[in-house]
């Protein structure tokens, strides 16, 4: 394996999702203005019903992990929506890039988006509601971003082997998947108040116990042990789960013809 041409792939990759997300009359919207209100609006109603300092933060972590994750994930997303919006799907898998390179160079600039949303909602949680976000430190903080981060890398590459199998329809799993397992993963409560049957759902999910791991710092009982490595197993699991997902679907797509229909 020749690491110069691999970096230069992902490389290229990158350049390519971030030059075309920047024209997209959305961007903004999707960087700034949902997140901003989200913090705000949920930092409001924290307000309003007067909780304490440890529950606002409890609440107040959950929704800056839904704009990160979100923002990532989109941007993982797009690496095949994308090409299904400017209908260059076939022009995409014939191109000397396999999927490695396009989800880690897609996940590459998510990185950098999601890490510009946390760093703006925390400066905003601290200048609007004193919530001090950096408070546990760097270390910790590295590994709650990390397990953000990974979440939406693993959301977002089974959203594009789900367009790359079904096609346009599945357009609407970029925006909604993601939702479905931030609810689980319990970003306003912990996992103990859901049905058991709905709670051992959450305990398979990684962002559940980056959450967990990060809210100890605020004064909460971790409600799993080792949670940090256990997220961490979990992640690595389901990326290889998703890419051979995304492997599989791009292979039933080309033997079906769906790869030349979705480029028409």
Same mark, same amino acid.
């Given at each position: 394996m020749n690491w110069r041409s691999e970096l230069l792939a992902v490389w290229a990759v990158a350049v390519r999702n971030a030059l075309m997300a920047s024209r997209n009359v959305f961007f903004f919207f999707e960087l700034l203005f949902w997140p901003i209100?989200? &913090? !705000?609006?949920?930092? *409001?109603?924290?307000?309003?019903?007067?909780?304490? @300092?440890?529950?606002?933060?409890?609440?107040?972590? %959950?929704?800056?992990?839904?704009?990160?994750?979100? !923002?990532c994930q989109l941007e993982v997303a797009y690496a095949v929506l994308l090409d299904v919006w400017s209908k260059s +799907?076939?022009?995409?898998?014939?191109? @000397?890039?396999?999927? $490695?390179?396009?989800?880690? %160079?897609?996940?590459? !600039? %998510?990185? +950098? $988006?999601?890490?510009?949303?946390? &760093?703006?909602l925390a400066a905003l949680g601290w200048w609007a509601f004193g919530f001090q976000v950096l408070a546990p430190g760097l270390p910790a903080v590295g590994i709650f971003v990390l397990g953000c981060f990974l979440t939406a890398w693993i959301?977002?590459?089974? +959203?594009? /082997?789900?367009?790359?199998?079904?096609?346009?329809r599945a357009e609407a799993f970029a925006w909604s998947s993601v939702n479905l397992v931030l609810v689980l993963a319990g970003i306003y409560y912990p996992i103990s108040v859901l049905p058991d049957s709905v709670a051992a759902i959450a305990a398979a999910i990684p962002l559940t116990y980056f959450l967990d791991a990060y809210r100890a710092h605020f004064g909460f009982a971790s409600e799993f042990r080792a949670p940090i490595a256990?997220?961490? /197993?979990?992640?690595? *699991?389901?990326?290889?789960?998703?890419?051979?997902?995304?492997?599989? /679907?791009i292979q039933r797509a080309r033997r079906t013809g769906l790869l030349l229909k979705m480029s028409e």
């Open positions: 209100v989200g &913090v !705000v609006s949920i930092g *409001l109603m924290t307000r309003f019903l007067d909780l304490t @300092p440890e529950q606002a933060s409890f609440v107040l972590i %959950g929704t800056i992990a839904l704009s990160v994750v979100n !923002v +799907v076939k022009h995409q898998f014939l191109a @000397p890039i396999g999927i $490695r390179h396009l989800t880690v %160079g897609s996940w590459l !600039v %998510g990185i +950098v $988006r999601g890490s510009a949303i946390f &760093v703006l959301v977002g590459v089974a +959203v594009c /082997a789900l367009i790359t199998l079904f096609g346009n256990t997220g961490l /197993a979990l992640s690595a *699991l389901y990326a290889v789960l998703a890419h051979w997902a995304f492997l599989a /679907a």
